[in-house]
């Protein structure tokens, strides 16, 4: 059963209050428990193959809308990095969804808990309940706090590398010290900090879900100054 101090969670972070219950407790019920209990739980394979294709909606919109000058080749890129199961997993993680998930003995033994596909089904299920319980709006209104922050910082946009950027326009005319230092990170949620030293002063400073994108954002950061 979803907790009360994680329906207590989703209300006070995301203000996130089902009206249907059952649908969010569906969202977090793997198959493996289902066949345990097949008294009535039902699990989350229907609202994963809605969520997949809310999410995929949703995110390209967003991305149509914010990105106007890319083509439709760097916004497709964009989008899959964000879908990709590495990132919606990493999201789930922070939302507090991995402890809450409903599995059958032999699956939690085998750590399935901590199983990135898994994790990724399950932040897509509980977009498509939230979807059905109360509409895209307030999938938007959820994603505008938890993914699209991200987007902003440029953790998925590969259609530029800042850090070569910056390091051809640095040496251009000879040797340049250029190093990235972490000074701050955390895991839960995912957090770097890094500052961008050039000949030993620091120029810039980046965040982002991790170390490389962070990096990235300081190099960002620092092109824009020079540029």
């Keep these: ?41 039902r699990d989350y394979e229907k609202l994963e193959f809605l969520g997949d294709a809310v999410l995929e909606l949703a995110i390209s919109d967003y991305l149509y809308r914010h990105f106007p000058n890319l083509n439709e080749g760097e916004l497709t890129r964009m989008r899959s990095n964000i879908v990709r199961t590495e990132g919606f997993s990493e999201f789930a993680i922070e939302c507090g969804f991995q402890n809450e998930i409903n599995l059958g003995k032999g699956e939690e033994k085998a750590g399935a808990r901590h199983r990135k596909t898994l994790l990724e089904d399950v932040f897509e299920a509980f977009n498509g309940a939230l979807f059905l319980d109360q509409g895209m709006k307030k999938v938007q209104y959820f994603l505008h706090m938890t993914v699209y922050p991200l987007i902003d910082q440029g953790e998925f946009d590969d259609s530029r590398d800042y850090k070569t950027d910056l390091q051809e326009l640095l040496q251009k005319d000879g040797p340049v010290d250029i190093e990235y230092v972490t000074v701050s990170e955390s895991q839960l949620p995912s957090h770097f900090v890094v500052e961008l030293h050039i000949n030993g002063e620091v120029k810039s400073k980046g965040e982002g879900h991790n170390k490389k994108a962070a990096e990235q954002q300081a190099a960002k950061n620092a092109l824009a100054e020079l540029e």
Excluded: C, Q, R, W
């Excluded at 089902?18 to 969202?27: Q, R, S």
């Design 1 to 41: 059963m979803v907790s009360k101090e994680f329906i207590k969670s989703l209300n006070d972070k995301y203000n996130i209050k089902f009206n249907n219950l059952e649908l969010l407790e569906e969202a977090f019920t793997h198959s493996s428990y289902a066949n345990e209990h097949p008294e009535g739980a």
